[in-house]
């Protein structure tokens, strides 16, 4: 069962509207649009997030970012050669 949905009006640039319009597809607009929402929705939640977590333990450095990404990306690297041989 779906969740409950309400109807809204909104107001937007036209090219930016026509370009998600044009992106669409068969779901249309209202769920390319509620899509989009959802994703800003988590990415606040996470900034919040961020932002208690540097509140309590101090801001997170260039060098410490760098590191976490080097190993996300050996950790994808290494599922990625692990499906491959599977």
Do not use: C, F, W
């Not at 959802?38 to 997170?60: M, W």
């Amino acid at each position: 069962m779906s969740e409950p949905t309400g109807k809204y009006s909104i107001t937007m640039p036209r090219d930016i509207a026509e370009a998600a319009r044009s992106r669409s597809g068969p779901s249309g607009l209202s769920a390319y649009v509620a899509a989009a929402v959802a994703r800003q929705i988590e990415r606040d939640n996470l900034n919040e997030l961020i932002q208690v977590a540097e509140a309590e333990h101090g801001p997170i450095t260039d060098d410490e970012v760098q590191a976490l990404r080097h190993q996300l990306h050996q950790a994808r690297q290494g599922q990625a050669g692990g499906g491959a041989a599977a």
